[in-house]
């Protein structure tokens, strides 16, 4: 090898050496500056979230609690239609917290307990009861009527549709259609309507000492947020936060004689316990030897594959409805599809459809923001990620 071809091999290797050495100094540079762009990116999603975490947790609120130290929050169970701005008050249970007394009144209301109605309403004598006060009177006659039964008002508000109490149903963990029939049955029952509320008063109580923490944590808190989003209430979530942490403070579990059930008017029922575990064989028990009997209305002997069907259908042609779907996604019509695949897509496709109906944007920001705390707290990462994107288009929020 000559000299001047190993000059010219020298040159050619430093050449080279210098161009990678520069070109690693580029791309480490680029690397620095595509993670800080990374990072601001994250960071730009995680603040629109985290202020809507702040916004439901700040802890600046008013103090739910009179003068009294008592907070009475007026339960309403509500059969609303498609397109119904009211419906029967189903279910009617009034709670009573006294944090002086470290002690909870539950308070139930039969839904055929007598009540007037506004002028012209009424058709028959059984039109006249309260649960019709809500249907035919609007739902704020109806709390007037409530009210002057329980001869007490309520100083909150928390209403549940159908579709959210299956939402909650199976939040809890508990079987979704078996546990709605428990507290749908008042066929069973001799006596009817009273024990029926009577058993929602029961199954609230069992609720409150299963799930009510001894200590709140991060993960209760997670949970809570969930059922707080899936009711309509005039307590903020700061002091559904505070009432919860006045009930946990009183030990229910290991002092369940604390929580105590009435009803008014006065009727003569039991305490049938809620027992997930037998409640198909308690139904068949109840239910099983009048079924021939019942109106269409109150057992329909349709299965549940087939109810579930109707259901899928009416969501897959009713997408292109505005009125549908804003009704679907502020009665998170979705709870009702019982395939948890099936339900996912759904939530998250009337979703998208309803964030177009939306004029604002941070309403829309809000809606897409609720939806990725709720996904993120039951583990639907993929379905977080899918709704991170429309965060970050609906914000502007680009990787330079």
């Known amino acids: 090898m000559s000299k001047k071809f190993r000059i010219i091999l020298a040159v050619c290797l430093s050449s080279l050496f210098v161009f990678f050495l520069l070109s690693g100094i580029f791309w480490y540079r680029q690397l620095r500056v595509n993670s800080a762009n990374l990072r601001a990116h994250d960071q730009a999603i995680e603040d629109i979230i985290n202020a809507r975490r702040i916004d439901t947790n700040n802890s600046v609120a008013v103090d739910p609690f009179g003068d009294d130290q008592i907070v009475r929050v007026l339960f309403i169970g509500l059969d609303a239609r498609v397109g119904q701005t009211s419906g029967h008050c189903d279910s009617i249970q009034l709670i009573s917290v006294d944090d002086i007394a470290g002690t909870v009144d539950i308070t139930a209301v039969p839904r055929g307990t007598y009540s007037p109605l506004p002028p012209g309403k009424g058709a028959t004598s059984s039109d006249y009861y309260v649960s019709n006060a809500c249907g035919l009177g609007g739902l704020e006659y109806g709390i007037k009527q409530i009210e002057k039964i329980l001869g007490v008002k309520a100083d909150y508000l928390v209403v549940v549709g159908f579709s959210e109490a299956l939402g909650i149903i199976r939040s809890l963990g508990l079987p979704t259609t078996e546990t709605l029939q428990w507290l749908r049955n008042r066929h069973g029952y001799a006596i009817g309507e009273p024990q029926r509320a009577r058993n929602h008063s029961t199954f609230i109580k069992q609720m409150m000492i299963k799930f009510v923490p001894a200590k709140i944590s991060t993960l209760n808190t997670a949970l809570q947020y ?22 946990s403070a009183m030990d229910i579990v290991s002092h369940p004689e604390k929580i105590r059930l009435m009803m008014k008017p006065l009727f003569i029922v039991q305490d049938i316990p809620y027992d997930p575990e ?15 009997w019942l109106a269409k209305d109150d057992y329909s002997g349709v299965s549940g594959a087939t109810v579930q069907e109707k259901l899928l ?12 779907i804003t009704w679907a996604c502020q009665n998170n019509l979705w709870l009702q599809i019982e ?10 496709d009337l979703i998208v459809k309803y964030l177009a109906l939306l004029p604002n944007q941070k309403d829309r920001e809000s809606v897409i923001a609720d939806y990725i705390i709720e996904m993120e707290n039951r583990g639907e990462l993929d379905w977080r990620a899918q709704a991170q994107k429309l965060l970050e288009k609906e914000a502007g929020i680009v990787i330079d």
């Open 313 to 324: 259908s009416v969501i897959q042609n009713s997408q292109d409805i505005p009125e549908f």
């Open 226 to 247: 969930i059922v707080y989003k899936l009711v309509k209430t005039d307590l903020s979530f700061a002091q559904a936060q505070k009432i919860v942490e006045a009930v």
């Open 278 to 292: 037998h409640i198909d064989e308690y139904l068949d028990q109840t239910l099983g030897p009048v079924k021939q």
């Open 339 to 348: 395939d948890d695949n099936k339900r996912l897509l759904a939530q998250y």
